[in-house]
C-alpha cells in the first residue's frame, strides 16, 4: 500500500520524460548515485514540479503537526509568549530542512526509477539486479581505457561476453 502511496506521490509531482537517455548518461547517472553524488535531473529526463511538491508535503507534514498541535496547545497557552516564539522559529526551521529531505528522497526515488527504466531499455537481456555491478566495473574501465561513447555499448557487451 506504502509503495503504491509513493508511486502516485512521484508520478504527481515529477514530470518523467518519455525520450530514452543515451547509454553513456545512464552508466553515468548509475556511477553518481552508487557513489551518493545528486544526479542532474535533466540527465535522466525528468524535472521536480515545485508547486506540487509544497503542496504534497503540506499535505503529509499536517498528518503529523494537527495531532501534535491538538495535544501540545494548552502547554503553549500556560508559557510565555516569548518562549512560544522561539518554539514557533525553531519548528520552522525544522519544517524548511524536513522539505529539503523530501526532495532528496524523491529525486533518489524518481532517480532509481528513471535508471531501471532506461537499463531496460539498453540491456535488455541483462537484468539489472544480477547484471548492474559487473557493468558498473565495466563501464569504469571503459573510462580508464577512453572508450568512446559511440563504441562504449559493443565495448560493454564484449566484455560480457568474456566474462
Known amino acids: 500500500m506504502f509503495e503504491k502511496l509513493k508511486d502516485s506521490i512521484i508520478q504527481y509531482i515529477y514530470n518523467i520524460s518519455q525520450q530514452p537517455v543515451k547509454l553513456h548518461e545512464l552508466l553515468e547517472a548509475k556511477r553518481l548515485y552508487d557513489d551518493g553524488m545528486k544526479i542532474?535531473?535533466?540527465k535522466l529526463g525528468f524535472r521536480l514540479k515545485k508547486g506540487r511538491a509544497y503542496v504534497v508535503f503540506l499535505i503529509l507534514i499536517?498528518?503529523?503537526?494537527?495531532?501534535?498541535?491538538f495535544v501540545t496547545h494548552h502547554l503553549f497557552i500556560l508559557l510565555d509568549c516569548h518562549a512560544a516564539i522561539i518554539i514557533a522559529i525553531i519548528f520552522t526551521a525544522f519544517l524548511f530542512?524536513?522539505?529539503?529531505?523530501f526532495k532528496d528522497w524523491t529525486r533518489d526515488r524518481v532517480s532509481m526509477i528513471r535508471i531501471k527504466q532506461m537499463w531496460r531499455l539498453h540491456f535488455p537481456h541483462f537484468p539489472y539486479d544480477e547484471f548492474e555491478e559487473d557493468i558498473s566495473k565495466i563501464y569504469k574501465v571503459a573510462l580508464e581505457e577512453d572508450i568512446k561513447n559511440i563504441d562504449l555499448e559493443r565495448y560493454i557487451l564484449d566484455s560480457l561476453s568474456n566474462t
Open 97 to 101: 530542512g524536513l522539505f529539503s529531505c
Open 40 to 42: 542532474e535531473d535533466s
Open 62 to 69: 499536517h498528518i503529523f503537526i494537527v495531532p501534535i498541535a
